[in-house]
């Protein structure tokens, strides 16, 4: 089975320049979550789709970040404009339709803000 | 927002030793999850309980769902230098969906 996929792995910007990341789930996973991860923190959820209806984007700033899921399989997530403060691992990861088992992660995209 | 107390923050131990660590909470959980993160990768899932007292076990992995369901405890055994990484702890509340609170990690440094 293969694992979440997401692209691309390493992304260098300037503050104020937009960036987009895409993620594959494991075939067949309905739900779908991003994080971000600041060095030396936990895993933090962004925002979390089922199929390709939101299901929970209370911490996504809203200003600045989107995601869309629109056929219910893939997802991008968008920033614009970046700030300095957005530099992060960008983490997906998806589970079965329920919740009840863990989710799964992909390897992540780190993004560098300047 | 909710947060997972994790300790200890890192640790730096020999092989062969055993090793401990726990996460604690003011509010009452109804999964907990342990992952171990390496380097320039995602949480990979060690495992999952999802009963209060619950014990499991996965190879030389243990973790306990506490009693009060605000506290969650991995026992590593005879460690590995494989082992290195962070090990997180998250959790789960039952009014909270499916949406996981991540501890602050634990970075494990196991010496030859």
């Known amino acids: 089975e293969a694992g979440v996929a997401q692209s691309p792995r390493y992304k260098i910007i300037e503050k104020r320049q937009s960036v987009a990341f895409w993620c594959n789930p494991i075939?067949?996973?309905?739900?779908l979550y991003w994080y971000q991860q600041i060095l030396g923190q936990g895993p933090k959820l962004l925002i979390q789709?089922?199929?390709?209806?939101?299901?929970?984007d209370s911490q996504l700033p809203k200003d600045r970040f989107s995601a869309e899921r629109l056929k219910g399989v893939d997802s991008t997530l968008k920033i614009q404009p970046a700030k300095l403060e957005d530099s992060a691992v960008y983490l997906c990861?998806?589970?079965?339709?329920?919740?009840?088992?863990?989710?799964?992660f992909g390897p992540g995209t780190r993004l560098t803000v300047l | 927002g909710q947060q997972l107390n994790q300790s200890p923050q890192s640790m730096f131990i020999q092989e062969g030793e055993d090793v401990s660590m726990n996460c604690t909470s003011s509010?009452?959980?109804?999964?907990w999850l342990w992952y171990k993160q390496d380097p320039g990768e995602g949480p990979v899932l060690l495992i999952a309980?999802?009963?209060?007292?619950e014990l499991t076990s996965n190879g030389r992995l243990t973790a306990q769902f506490g009693i009060t369901r605000k506290d969650s405890f991995l026992n590593i055994s005879a460690s590995i230098p494989s082992d290195v990484g962070i090990y997180f702890c998250?959790?789960?509340?039952?009014?909270?969906?499916?949406?996981?609170?991540f501890g602050e990690g634990t970075q494990l440094t196991v010496n030859p």
């Open positions: 990861a998806s589970t079965r339709t329920g919740g009840r088992w863990g989710q799964f």
């Open positions: 075939s067949g996973h309905a739900t």
């Open positions: 789709f089922q199929n390709n209806g939101v299901v929970d």
């Open positions: 509010s009452i959980f109804n999964t």
């Open positions: 309980l999802y009963k209060a007292g």
């Open positions: 998250a959790g789960r509340r039952e009014t909270s969906g499916s949406r996981l609170t």
